[in-house]
């Protein structure tokens, strides 16, 4: 018999509704991942890389001249100045630096703290460390940080805060005002933070980005989280990076050297010279996904969702309690994909303790406008 070390984790229901959209020909929107190619260029760029033999492994840390690249991005988009040998570290995907930040500084008995809704790899990822997570609940309806809940969460043992902003699933977005408030409230106290900024570029309506990189005294024990997967339209290459300060990223390359040693080579270069070329392709984000946005917006304006539009990511929470208030969120999920053909997300699934009342499923507006216009009709019809 064995004694799982993760008793609790089954299939994800990311799994489980992309083989259902799959198995009953649904449209998916439920994972969250375009339905549309990357750049050409960048495409382009794999290619020829691999024929040019950049096919063995790259420095542990990531080709200096990608780590080049992301620090100007973040000079540009944040004004500030990391050291691209001493604070970034490239990885396969945001999911291996969140697991190698984590694994880095927690040990047995050590209390992390995260958000619920949640992104679904902080607590399995807590727990292999010996750690264990503390649950905090978003408010209800704006999914923002309710500060008492959080001041009653820490303890002796808090090690780490996990924030996630622009947020999976609900969109919300950390303001610098709630920055400042975090420090304050962890000045006197030896926490880490992870601040899970994958979907940086993903901001609507003229808001800007409050990152941590820009926050100097968060950042001083911060592991700032981004991934090129969601940026450049291509999620299956699994590529991103950490950015931290020295001390710390000294700390997380010890284990990442461990768990992957680097991350793939040829992507690794064919995102540096994209970035080059293009550094207009990450100002022209925003606008790209807020038409994808307002036009599944519009389209569902005449259904009987109900929903405000995202502020940011590429997620759209509705909520469907005019429509099936009897199913709970699974249920609906699965409901909407057999007998309407477009597969969501179940949001209590995000949470510990699902609030029972909840009634909302999340859609994911990374495709094509045929698609959207495909899926729309169809929650239309209902
Ligand atoms: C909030 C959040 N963090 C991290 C990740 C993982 O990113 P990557 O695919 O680069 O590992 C995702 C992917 O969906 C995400 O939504």
Not at 300 to 326: C, E, M, N
Request: aromatic share 10%; proline share 5%.
């Amino acid at each position: 018999m064995i004694s799982s070390k993760l008793p609790n984790v089954g299939t994800t229901i990311f799994t489980t509704m992309s083989q259902l959209a799959a198995q009953t020909g649904a449209l998916n929107l439920s994972q969250g991942f375009p339905d549309f190619n990357g750049p050409q260029a960048l495409l382009d760029a794999v290619g020829r890389h691999v024929s040019a033999g950049h096919n063995q492994y790259s420095p542990m840390t990531g080709l200096s001249s990608l780590r080049e690249q992301v620090a100007s991005k973040i000079l540009r988009s944040y004004g500030v100045s990391v050291d691209a040998d001493n604070e970034i570290t490239i990885t396969p995907g945001a999911t291996e630096a969140i697991f190698c930040a984590i694994h880095a500084v927690i040990r047995a008995g050590d209390e992390v703290i995260v958000f619920d809704p949640s992104y679904d790899s902080y607590e399995p990822s807590v727990e292999l460390a010996g750690g264990r997570c503390v649950h905090v609940q978003l408010t209800d309806g704006e999914f923002a940080i309710d500060w008492q809940k959080l001041t009653d969460a820490l303890s002796p043992r808090t090690r780490m805060i996990i924030i996630n902003s622009p947020h999976n699933p609900s969109g919300a977005l950390i303001t610098r005002d709630d920055l400042d408030k975090l420090a304050l409230l962890i000045a006197d106290r030896d926490i880490y933070l992870i601040s899970d900024e994958v979907y940086e570029h993903l901001v609507f309506d003229g808001v800007k980005h409050a990152s941590v990189l820009a926050h100097e005294t968060l950042y001083q024990r911060a592991f700032v989280v981004s991934s090129f997967g969601k940026t450049y339209h291509v999620t299956g290459w699994k590529t991103g990076y950490v950015v931290a300060p020295p001390a710390l990223s000294a700390e997380l390359r010890k284990v990442h050297q461990y768990v992957n040693f680097c991350g793939v080579t040829p992507l690794q270069w064919a995102l540096a010279d994209f970035m080059a070329a293009h550094p207009e392709h990450v100002e022209e984000l925003p606008a790209f996904y807020q038409t994808k946005r307002d036009l599944f917006c519009e389209l569902l304006a005449s259904s009987r969702f109900q929903f405000k539009p995202t502020p940011g990511t590429y997620f759209q929470l509705v909520d469907y309690s005019q429509i099936r208030p009897d199913l709970n969120d699974v249920d609906m999920s699965l409901w909407l994909t057999r007998e309407h053909g477009v597969a969501t997300i179940p949001v209590s699934v995000f949470y510990q303790q699902p609030i029972p009342e909840q009634r909302l499923v999340r859609l994911c507006f990374a495709k094509r406008e045929e698609t959207l216009r495909q899926a729309a009709e169809k929650l239309c019809a209902i």
